[in-house]
């Protein structure tokens, strides 16, 4: 692997999660987004890299459609919420 | 902003009521327990209501996060008068399962599996990339939502959630979850599973 190649690898796998997560406090310039869409399009091991990531991600995701709060408890707290308006105003 | 009683219970009901669900989850990822969560939260919203006239109707999760962050820190120095402001300093974090939506029974099998060596990886974070991981990942706030909420910058939280990541990935290479090198290109068993 020659220098170039793997400084462009260090720069990809700095932004990976970054792409991932789309988050609009971090977002990605349009040139990185290119950039780095490029470098994946050729390079099995920051594709690998990223193929990670994103399995991880989706497993944690999993967790958080899986896991909800009880509904018992959700209506004990919408209860809560209009007898504090309703005391309030009484 | 709101005046008047019913006003006020108008923009209590449009802008806080909805966010009830998610500052639950919230709730629970801080404090470790789903009953906790719930006093927690309580706690939120009865602060929320008093400083309802100071809301300005931008943001409203933003706005809750950190009434709840309050709530909370008040409630840990209550315990721990030590306790900084970071609430990722402290160990309470825990992946916790309440009730689940019944998945069919193939999906319940590959599920339990993951879970078991997901949760494992999870657990064997520090707490505070815990934290970072479970708000974002399993809660899903934004990078400055999480920020707000533990009281430390988005650069913090990046950095936490991109270490908690990698360390989580790299467990569950190891336990045969994930490739054991990354110059296939293939995706691994853990994301096939997930399909």
């Not at chain 2, 120095?77 to 009730?99: E, H, I, V, Y």
């Not at chain 2, 809660?139 to 990541?165: F, H, K, N």
């Not at chain 2, 990935?169 to 490739?179: K, S």
Request: proline share 5%; net charge neutral; hydrophobic share 40%.
């Amino acid at each position: 692997m020659s220098v170039t190649s793997m400084w462009t690898c260090h720069w990809a796998r700095r932004r990976i999660q970054r792409y991932l997560d789309a988050d609009p406090a971090a977002p990605l310039t349009f040139e990185e987004v290119h950039r780095l869409e490029v470098h994946l399009a050729t390079c099995d091991r920051c594709t690998a890299l990223t193929d990670e990531y994103r399995g991880v991600r989706q497993a944690l995701i999993g967790w958080s459609t899986r896991r909800y709060p009880h509904p018992a408890a959700l209506a004990r707290l919408r209860v809560a919420a209009e007898q504090i308006m309703s005391e309030d105003a009484g | 902003m709101a005046s008047s009683s019913a006003s006020r219970q108008d923009v209590f009901r449009t802008h806080v009521e909805p966010e009830i669900e998610v500052l639950l989850r919230v709730g629970q990822t801080l404090t470790g327990s789903w009953a906790d969560g719930e006093d927690l939260v309580q706690e939120t919203l009865i602060r929320a209501w008093t400083a309802i006239d100071r809301f300005d109707g931008a943001h409203p999760r933003a706005w809750l996060l950190t009434i709840l962050r309050n709530a909370h820190l008040n409630s840990l120095r209550r315990q721990r008068p030590d306790l900084t402001d970071d609430t990722a300093s402290f160990d309470r974090a825990r992946p916790a399962f309440g009730a689940t939506a019944p998945p069919g029974p193939e999906q319940t099998v590959i599920d339990r599996a993951l879970d078991e060596d997901l949760e494992r990886a999870v657990a064997r974070l520090d707490e505070k990339f815990r934290t970072v991981l479970l708000l974002i990942d399993v809660d899903l706030l934004t990078y400055t939502e999480a920020a707000e909420l533990l009281g430390i910058p988005v650069g913090t939280v990046m950095s936490r959630l991109s270490r908690a990541r990698d360390r989580v990935r790299l467990q569950l290479r190891a336990t045969g979850a994930l490739p054991t090198t990354a110059t296939t290109g293939r995706t691994g068993s853990l994301a096939q599973r997930k399909r």
